[in-house]
C-alpha cells in the first residue's frame, strides 16, 4: 500500500469511527422499543401493529451495520426470510412471519452488545487522532501556562518550550493514530458479522428462495422462447412448405397441358423454398447459432463482431470449450451487449474481452461512445439479467456521460475441455 | 468435369450427384464425413471439390477445415463450400491462402441449378464466389479502406465478390460495361491493390472487403 492509501484508509477509518457512536448508541432505545411492543402484544393487539413497525427500523440499523462491516472487508448477506405474500401490516400473517424468523431474535441479541461494543471500537479508532491533531494545534500550550495540563509525555506544562514541543508529538501521535485506526473498524465488522450474518440454516434457505424463482423465470422464459418458436414455426416455414406442396402438385397437373405455365410455377416453388429456408435460418440463429456450435463462444463473438457495422477487436483466453448452455447464455448476452454498443452508444469502436479466470467466465464489452446508458431501462437488459440469473451469473454496466460504457458479465462455469482441433490437420 | 462431393446426409448427397451428372460432370467420388474427405481428393485430384461445412464426426467445421488442409496439401486445390449458414468469418479463413478458386455458398443455391452448375465451373476455372449473404452483411460495415468507396463502387465491388464478370455486373446495374471497368479499376486504386491479373485482384478486392 503506498503511503496516500494508507492515510485515506486511516481518514476514513477514524470518520466510520466517529459516526459509529451515535449509531450504537441508536441499539438502546431499539431494544426498549421491542420489548415494550412484544409486552404490549397482549394489550388490544397493539404490538401485532408496533412490533412490524419496530422491526423494520430495527431491520433498518442492522443492514446499516452489515453494509459498513463490507466497507471494512466483512460483507455480511441479509438473512430475513422473504415476506410472504397476502401479509398486510397489522395482520397475524405478518406478526407470525417476524416472530418466527430467527433472523428477529439474533438482530434483537445483537442490539445490547452492538451497543456497548460500537462505540467502544469507535472511539478507539479516533482518540488517538484527535489527540494528535490537539497537539498539532497547539491547544496544549494555549490551555495550559499556569495550569496543571500536559502533553504527551510532558506533565504538566510549564514553561513555552514544553508547549512547542507538544507539535512534534501530536504528528507522531496522529501518524500513529492514523495507521492503528483501521484495525478497531475491522475488529467492529468482525463482530457485526458474528452477531448478523446469516446462519448456515438461513443461508440455505435464502439460497433456495432464490433459486425457485431464478427457477421459475427460467422455466417461463423457456415456455415463452418455445411458443415462439412454434408460432414462428407454424406461420412460417411450416406455411411455406404447406404452399410449396400446393404449387409443385399444381404444376403436375399442369405439366402435359400447358408446360409454360408449369415452368412458372415450378420457378414460384423455388422461390417459396428459399424464402422458407430464410426464415428458417433467422429461427435457428435466434436458438442457437451454427457457428457457436462449430466454433465455440470466441469464434462465434469473432463471427458476430465482423458482421457489425463498426468495428470490433475481440481479445479471448478461453483455454476450453464451456459447457454448451453457459456458452449460450454469453453468447446472447455479449450479442445483446454489442448489438445496444452499436446501435444507442454513437461509438466509434468496440471491443471484447474473454477470459476465464477460477471457475468463472468474465466477459467485458467496452465502447467509446457517448455513455450514460441506464441499465435500469431496456427489457433487452432485464432478458440479460435473466439469462445469467440461471447460472447465479451478475452483470454490471459502468457507463458515466461522456463514456466510455463497460458491460462486465460474470459467469460461474468451469471449461468442459481442452479445445481441440476438430479435424485433421495433416497439411 | 471431375467432382468429389462431401456431404452426409444422404438426401443431399444424391441430389447433387444428380444434378452435377446432369450436367456432364462426373462424381468420381461422394464421402459423407469429414476424415474421408483429404485422401478422396488426394486420390482423385478432381477439377473441384463441392463440401459441406458440417460433417461427421464432430458436426462442427469438419468439412471447412477439410477444404482448408485440403489447399494446404494440394495448392489452388478448387473448393466449393456449401453450409446451411454462411459466415464471413469462414469466408475470410477460406480465401486467407489468397489462390483464387474458392466458392462459399449458401445450400439454398443450389435450387437455381443453372446458378449453381455455372458457380461450380467458375471455381473449377479458378474464380472466386462469395454467397450474396456474406456479401450483404459486409455492406453493412463502414470501415476503412472500404468508407472510401463510393455507393455504386461498393456495389460493382459486392457483385465481384459474388463472382459476377463485368458483363453480369453492367447488366445488373443497367450500366455499360466500360462503366464497370471504370469503377472496378478505381476500386482498385482506392484498395491500394497492386497490379497483377485482373481475376487474382479481383480475388484480393474481396479479401479487403473481409480484411476489415
Known amino acids: 500500500m503506498d503511503s496516500r492509501d494508507w492515510i485515506r484508509e486511516g481518514l476514513r477509518a477514524a470518520v466510520s469511527g466517529a459516526t459509529a457512536v451515535p449509531l450504537a448508541v441508536l441499539n438502546i432505545p431499539l431494544f426498549v422499543l421491542f420489548v415494550v411492543s412484544l409486552v404490549l402484544t397482549p394489550v388490544l393487539g397493539l404490538g401485532l401493529v408496533l412490533l412490524p413497525l419496530v422491526t423494520k427500523l430495527i431491520r433498518t440499523r442492522a443492514n446499516l451495520a452489515r453494509r459498513l462491516a463490507a466497507r471494512w472487508g466483512r460483507p455480511i448477506d441479509r438473512p430475513y426470510l422473504p415476506r410472504p405474500q397476502r401479509a398486510p401490516l397489522g395482520g397475524l400473517r405478518h406478526y407470525r412471519w417476524i416472530m418466527r424468523d430467527p433472523a428477529t431474535w439474533r438482530d434483537l441479541a445483537w442490539l445490547l452488545p452492538g451497543a456497548v461494543l460500537g462505540p467502544v471500537l469507535g472511539l478507539l479508532a479516533i482518540v488517538l487522532p484527535v489527540y494528535g491533531v490537539e497537539g498539532i494545534l497547539l491547544i496544549p500550550l494555549l490551555i495550559s501556562l499556569g495550569t496543571d495540563y500536559g502533553y504527551g509525555v510532558i506533565w504538566p506544562i510549564s514553561t513555552l518550550a514544553d508547549g512547542f514541543l507538544s507539535l512534534p508529538q501530536g504528528v507522531v501521535i496522529l501518524a500513529i493514530g492514523v495507521a492503528a485506526a483501521p484495525y478497531p473498524r475491522r475488529a467492529d465488522a468482525w463482530i457485526t458479522r458474528l452477531f448478523l450474518a446469516p446462519t448456515r440454516a438461513a443461508e440455505l434457505r435464502l439460497r433456495v428462495s432464490q433459486l425457485t424463482t431464478t427457477r421459475a423465470d427460467t422455466v417461463d422464459a423457456q415456455a415463452a422462447e418455445l411458443r415462439r418458436i412454434e408460432r414462428d414455426l407454424h406461420d412460417g416455414a411450416q406455411a411455406r412448405l404447406v404452399s410449396l406442396g400446393m404449387t409443385i402438385g399444381l404444376a403436375e397437373e399442369l405439366v402435359g397441358a400447358d408446360p409454360a405455365t408449369a415452368r412458372k410455377l415450378l420457378a414460384e416453388a423455388r422461390e417459396t423454398s428459399s424464402a422458407a429456408l430464410v426464415e428458417l435460418r433467422q429461427l435457428v440463429r435466434g436458438i442457437h447459432p451454427p457457428v457457436l456450435a462449430e466454433r465455440g463462444l470466441e469464434g462465434a463473438v469473432r463471427a458476430l463482431a465482423m458482421a457489425l457495422p463498426i468495428p470490433v477487436t475481440v481479445t479471448a483466453a478461453l483455454p476450453g470449450r464451456l459447457d454448451t448452455p453457459v456458452e449460450s447464455a454469453a453468447y446472447f448476452v455479449i450479442a445483446e451487449a454489442l448489438a445496444n454498443a452499436t446501435r444507442h452508444s454513437g461509438a466509434g469502436a468496440v471491443s471484447v474481452d474473454l477470459r476465464h479466470t477460477g471457475d468463472m467466465l468474465l466477459a467485458g464489452v467496452t465502447d467509446d461512445g457517448r455513455g450514460g446508458a441506464d441499465p435500469a431501462g431496456g427489457t433487452g437488459l432485464r432478458g440479460i439479467e435473466r439469462r445469467l440469473a440461471a447460472f447465479d451469473g451478475t452483470m454490471s454496466v459502468s457507463s458515466p456521460p461522456g463514456g466510455p460504457t463497460v458491460v462486465t458479465v460474470e459467469l460461474p462455469c468451469a471449461l468442459s475441455s481442452p479445445r481441440t482441433s476438430p479435424s485433421f490437420e495433416t497439411g | ?212
Not at chain 2, 465491388?157 to 479499376?185: C, D, F, P, Q, W
Open chain 2, 1 to 212: 468435369m471431375r467432382v468429389v462431393i462431401a456431404e452426409d446426409l444422404a438426401l443431399l448427397r444424391d441430389g447433387l450427384i444428380r444434378i452435377l451428372e446432369a450436367y456432364d460432370c462426373e462424381v468420381v467420388a461422394a464421402v459423407d464425413n469429414g476424415p474421408s474427405l483429404l485422401p478422396a481428393l488426394v486420390e482423385h485430384r478432381p477439377d473441384v471439390a463441392v463440401v459441406d461445412v458440417r460433417l461427421p464426426p464432430t458436426f462442427t467445421d469438419e468439412g471447412l477445415q477439410g477444404a482448408i488442409s485440403a489447399r494446404r496439401a494440394i495448392p489452388g486445390m478448387p473448393v466449393l463450400v456449401l453450409s446451411q449458414h454462411v459466415e464471413p468469418l469462414y469466408a475470410r479463413e477460406l480465401l486467407t491462402d489468397r489462390a483464387g478458386g474458392v466458392g462459399y455458398l449458401l445450400k439454398d443455391r443450389v435450387a437455381n441449378v443453372a446458378q449453381f452448375i455455372d458457380a461450380v465451373r467458375r471455381v473449377a476455372g479458378g474464380g472466386t464466389i462469395m454467397d450474396p449473404e456474406v456479401v450483404t452483411q459486409l455492406l453493412a460495415r463502414n470501415v476503412p479502406p472500404l468508407a472510401a468507396l463510393t455507393v455504386r463502387e461498393r456495389e460493382v465491388l459486392g457483385l465481384m465478390a459474388e463472382g459476377r464478370s463485368n458483363g453480369a455486373i453492367a447488366t445488373k446495374l443497367y450500366i455499360g460495361e466500360k462503366a464497370v471497368s471504370k469503377h472496378i479499376s478505381s476500386i482498385f486504386t482506392k484498395l491500394a491493390l497492386p497490379p497483377s491479373d485482373d481475376d487474382h485482384r479481383r480475388v484480393l478486392a474481396v479479401l479487403a472487403y473481409l480484411d476489415v
